[in-house]
């Protein structure tokens, strides 16, 4: 790429004036349903239309009032529905907010990275293998340059780009880099004129998306069913055809849990926001519960398990070396030669590889900070250390071409006016320098130590003019090794002794050199005794024996290139994996995608990449994924709780009408269709909305992943076995006791009127007590309330609140009261009401004081 001859760029006053002039670069985002079309489809789906055809069968019968309440079910349900959706969307804006698209632009004659927003017409953007080009733009100049557009054109393949060629908004920059003259930006751009932006693949669905809809459609099989039987058994002991149907439309509102999805919905929105403080950004809701199936996680090393903060601290030439104490990028630091002749090989060391390099160490408020690669700015350090002015040196000495890194041959390469450089990893530079053995063994010294270890070599240019980087590679010669320090996070051992205490087995995957890897992994503590370290090019072709290769805890692969991570990652999902695989370049995108849980770098990773990806790390932390995997767990357990919390409250609800056909008709309805659904919308929504934001518990991750159908053994048995059983009988009980302190004797024939609304009374505040103390026991399937904490969950205690005040008010003002059919229970009624909450606590105490003992002693 020309340096001379290329645009001088803005100079920073410029660039203000014209941001000020015309505004922010703001890309216009995917635009997302009206809240008009949510809510319609709110309106519609399967649960709904069953409850549409159950209101419409009303008014056929000629009960407007429980067709309008009906209505009123399902509009007030898809009200809630929706506004949880835009809350959720609302809260993703506020975490894409959280991480800005940086650029590089050239400004006052250097390079400057800069927010997206703040690029203006005229500035030369500098785009590298990897970015998001910003806004529109005519390249200047450019070097093997392919670019996907895929979003604009929906071409697969990526095509070359040429100078005085356009370059669009929100395409990326695949291979090579470029320097191009912003043309257009926010809304002035191709971009903005696109409706919508759709991808060309889709993944599976996910286990949740299967879960759910199992459980709705079984769901909805047995409310028709139940209700159709209800129908013909009402038809059969002689009650006119509008009162079967009434009692049929009832079965069917008591087993549909209408307000089951917009929950599910808000409880994964809670668990991304939950994990946004955890600075772990979701880009997929379900991605939440997804990720809490994690069984193996192939984590990349820089940055994630290291702090991506890379220091030079020991060089070596053929001339000598030196040692560099000090961290950080300042210019200052002890420097320690092995000669006093060793100076000069050394400085001619750090200059070829600070020009060989784009990212630079910057003095920002008193503070050095490092601007694009950590370990560029690193080589930029130790040339300033070494008493060179590179910034002056950057202007005076402009590269005239650049190959940037190409990932498999893993190096890259400069052409200066007077010679090429070319740098990249010692196993990809040292052969093209014939054999040292003096250098070999310098880098086994340097990577025992746990150093990333580059090496630097150059050749006189003499007049030649490569066009590849094959053609920079004749006539090297060696100029040294560069050793970096790039220390371990202080949580990744605990991490990952987590990890082992949830049986997520865990392995590196990175480019390293293996004796790097290897010393790290031991470090940290990935790697356990005995494990396997692999390299990349010696992996076995077959899927299922590298498969087999890799299923250890704690293997190491090294020197891996873009095809083999998408390899690991098909080969450990063949054999039942759940596979999070990390990564942060823009050939990294293919392996994000085929995982289960592809996750990006926030601070060192590409657009590419994040784009690929379902969550990303904004600290690029190891222990992220980890958080991300206990509340992944948290959220599976809590959609269990309040369906057991739901299925419970049918049980109950659907009794009083079972308990009226084995009568014959004869036995009255305890509970009535309007009641129904004032429970319904009373004492399930907030309820079981609290239960979905369930803090994780502290055993999650003891033990692996929690797994299996939604609706599992423990749920079916505590909602149709303890729970639900055991609040019928207690609501079948405050109904016989009301109407026995009313004065009805067994055996006479039952009241109308006020008693029989009294004692139906009862039986509805019944179900509200037992429902709250159910709302407690549901919070675990093993510990009771106590045990747990009673306020544990903030949430808890105002939704049961609030469910109270309502069932208060639909039963003492009395206009709602008789709308709904019932009246003020006796003072016996209300002694069995109260008296649920504590009988339903300690039933529950002792069935999970059972399963405990049972377990135990299978344990045994």
Not at 386 to 402: I, S, Y
Not at 595 to 605: L, N, Q, W
Request: glycine share 10%; proline share 6%; net charge negative.
């Amino acid at each position: 790429m020309s340096g001379s001859m290329a645009p001088a760029g803005l100079t920073t006053a410029e660039a203000g004036e014209r941001r000020a002039q015309g505004g922010a670069n703001r890309l216009p985002a995917a635009r997302r349903p009206s809240a008009a079309r949510r809510l319609l489809g709110e309106l519609v789906h399967f649960f709904a239309i069953m409850l549409w055809v159950a209101g419409i069968l009303a008014f056929i019968a000629g009960l407007p009032a429980l067709g309008i309440a009906i209505f009123a079910v399902i509009v007030l349900n898809a009200v809630f529905a929706a506004v949880q959706q835009a809350r959720a969307d609302r809260a993703a804006d506020r975490l894409q907010a959280m991480l800005p698209t940086r650029v590089s632009v050239w400004r006052d004659g250097r390079r400057r990275v800069i927010d997206a927003e703040d690029v203006v017409v005229g500035d030369i953007l500098l785009l590298e293998a990897g970015d998001r080009v910003p806004a529109d733009a005519s390249v200047v100049s450019a070097n093997r340059l392919l670019v996907d557009s895929s979003m604009l054109t929906g071409e697969s393949e990526a095509g070359a780009v040429s100078e005085g060629e356009p370059l669009f908004a929100g395409t990326f920059v695949v291979e090579g880099d470029t320097r191009a003259v912003t043309t257009a930006i926010g809304e002035s751009t191709r971009l903005a004129g696109i409706a919508s932006l759709t991808t060309s693949t889709t993944k599976p669905d996910t286990p949740l998306t299967r879960g759910l809809r199992g459980v709705v459609r079984l769901t909805a099989v047995i409310a028709v069913s139940v209700g159709a039987v209800f129908l013909l058994i009402s038809v059969l002991v002689g009650n006119p055809v509008q009162d079967a149907l009434v009692f049929a439309i009832g079965v069917t509102v008591a087993l549909v849990p209408e307000a089951l999805l917009p929950t599910v919905t808000l409880s994964l929105a809670w668990g991304s926001e939950q994990m946004a403080k955890r600075k772990i950004l979701v880009r997929n809701l379900e991605a939440v519960e997804t990720l809490g199936s994690t069984t193996f996680i192939c984590t990349d090393k820089t940055g994630t398990l290291t702090r991506n903060q890379m220091t030079v601290v020991e060089a070596w030439s053929p001339g000598g070396s030196v040692s560099i104490s000090g961290a950080g990028y300042g210019p200052t630091a002890e420097l320690r030669w092995s000669a006093p002749d060793a100076a000069e090989p050394l400085r001619a060391l750090a200059i070829a590889g600070a020009r060989c390099s784009t990212g630079y160490a910057e003095e920002v408020a008193g503070q050095w900070r490092a601007h694009g690669d950590p370990m560029e700015a690193a080589l930029d350090a130790f040339a300033t250390r070494l008493g060179f002015d590179t910034p002056a040196d950057r202007t005076a000495v402009p590269p005239e071409l650049r190959f940037p890194f190409d990932p498999r041959r893993r190096r890259m390469a400069v052409v200066l006016a007077d010679e090429i450089v070319v740098k990249g990893s010692s196993d990809g530079v040292l052969p093209l320098c014939g054999d040292d053995p003096v250098a070999r063994d310098a880098v086994e010294e340097l990577t025992a130590r746990g150093l990333r270890v580059l090496a630097v070599a150059a050749a006189p240019r003499a007049g030649r003019t490569p066009r590849s980087l094959e053609e920079c590679e004749e006539g090297l010669r060696l100029l040294g090794l560069v050793g970096l320090e790039d220390p371990p996070r202080d949580e990744v051992r605990a991490s990952l002794e987590a990890c082992r205490r949830a049986s997520v087995k865990v392995a590196m995957v990175t480019g390293d050199h293996p004796m790097t890897a290897k010393t790290i992994a031991e470090e940290v503590g990935l790697r356990l005794p005995g494990a396997p370290v692999l390299i990349g090019d010696e992996l076995p072709a077959d899927e299922q024996h590298l498969a087999a290769l890799l299923d250890h805890d704690g293997v190491v692969i090294a020197r891996v290139s873009p095809e083999d991570k998408l390899r690991i990652a098909r080969a450990l999902r063949s054999r039942g994996h759940v596979v999070a695989m990390t990564g942060d370049g823009v050939n990294d995108a293919p392996a994000l995608h085929e995982a289960d849980i592809g996750v990006a770098m926030g601070r060192s990773g590409t657009d590419v990449a994040r784009e690929a990806s379902d969550l990303v790390l904004l600290d690029d932390s190891f222990a992220g994924i980890v958080a991300g995997i206990e509340h992944g767990r948290a959220t599976f357990v809590n959609i269990r709780r309040f369906l057991t919390y739901h299925l419970t409250d049918n049980v109950a609800e659907l009794t009083p009408f079972l308990v009226w056909a084995l009568s014959g008709g004869q036995f009255p309805l305890a509970l009535g269709v309007l009641q129904i659904i004032a429970l319904d919308l009373g004492t399930d929504t907030l309820s079981a909305v609290a239960l979905g934001a369930e803090p994780p518990a502290k055993h999650l991750l003891d033990g692996p992943p929690v797994r299996g159908r939604l609706m599992n053994g423990t749920v079916l048995r505590r909602a149709f076995g303890v729970l639900g059983p055991l609040e019928a009988i207690l609501t079948m009980v405050a109904f016989i006791v009301s109407l026995a302190a009313l004065g009805w004797p067994p055996g006479e024939p039952f009241p109308t009127g006020e008693d029989l609304l009294a004692a139906s009374g009862a039986a509805f505040m019944t179900v509200v007590f037992a429902q709250t103390a159910n709302a407690f026991a549901c919070r675990s399937s093993t510990k009771w309330p106590g045990a747990l904490g009673w306020t544990t969950n903030r949430l808890l205690i105002p939704a049961a609140s609030i469910e109270l005040v309502f069932s208060f008010v639909v039963l003492w003002v009395p206009p709602i009261a008789l709308a709904i059919g019932h009246a003020n229970p006796p003072l016996w009624g209300w002694v069995v009401a109260i008296a649920s909450m504590p009988i339903l606590l300690a039933v529950d105490a002792f069935d999970k004081s059972l399963r405990g003992r049972a377990i135990r002693g299978r344990r045994r």
